[in-house]
């Protein structure tokens, strides 16, 4: 199976992606994980993008903050999927790092999920990968049949105690 690289624009952004490792974890998805900020470190992201495909790489989950380059920056030297988290920081909460990591050129797609939404984009690498493996799409259906349930339950405790 392909793994996925897990890249963060600084260690600040540990704690939004600790979601999204943990969601692959839960999966039996490889993956590696960087720190390389498309302003800081721009020869090593453009090395690691070049090479992502060569190296095994079958998806990319890119996050950052603030100006939020990194998710384009990394999709502008690989066709492998990136998958951009723009993460909540500075004045505007993480709107800049939306706007930023969703407003790509035609030409140079990022998928884009919610601010600090590590989790969905971990789930959308997994998607990808198992386009090709039915073992890792069972998994995902698991996942949901178990993520149903879950939410019925709640449903059946609150309707027990409000709706008499």
Known sequence: MKKVGIIMGSDSDLPVIKKAIDTLDSLGIAYEVHVYSAHRTPEQSREFSVNARKNGFGAIIAAAGMAAHLAGAIAANTTVPVIGIPIKSGPLSGLDALLSTVQMPSGIPV???????????????AQILAVADDELAAKLDERRRKDTLATLEKNDRVAAEFNK
Do not use: H, P, S, Y
């Open 111 to 125: 998928a884009t999920v919610a601010v600090d939404g590590a989790v969905n984009a971990a789930l959308i690498a």
